[in-house]
């Protein structure tokens, strides 16, 4: 049996003044921030199903584990491209591994995998993914 492959998208994104911490690089909290929003912003446009989707169905995804390699800096100003991507999905939930890059250096900043639980928002527990959802992420 093959493994399944599944897309990477690209967001692009830029430092602001307020990601910046005391030592004039991006605070390492903000990467999150950073995967968090090329995720939703990647869910819609490059799944074709939005965040809300999930919601109107009564469902929600939240984060069980984080992983994060820190390598370079990111400072004031950079431009810098998420690249994000299923590694697996199953019933249970889904990792997704990330790479954070500089545009103008091409040069990995941190890299990583977050790994979801989708749960049941009237209850707070954790849900089983629907099988569509499972198929049109596989595709």
Not at 32 to 59: H, I, N, S, T
Not at 73 to 99: H, N, P, Q, W
Request: hydrophobic share 40%.
């Amino acid at each position: 049996m093959s493994e399944i492959k599944y897309a990477t998208f690209e967001s692009e994104f830029r430092v602001r003044p307020d990601d910046i911490d005391m030592f004039q690089h991006v605070h390492n909290s903000k990467y999150f921030d950073y995967v968090l929003a090329a995720r939703y912003d990647q869910m819609e446009r490059c799944y074709g199903m939005a965040m809300e989707k999930f919601m109107e169905r009564g469902f929600g995804w939240v984060v069980r584990v984080a992983h994060v390699d820190y390598k370079r800096a990111l400072t004031m100003g950079d431009y810098f491209i998420v690249k994000t991507g299923i590694e697996s999905i199953d019933d249970k939930g889904c990792r997704v591994k990330f790479t954070l890059s500089n545009k103008a250096t091409n040069k990995v900043c941190c890299d990583g995998y977050f790994d979801y639980v989708m749960i049941d928002m009237a209850t707070g527990r954790g849900a089983k993914v629907p099988e569509d959802v499972i198929a049109h992420y596989s595709v």
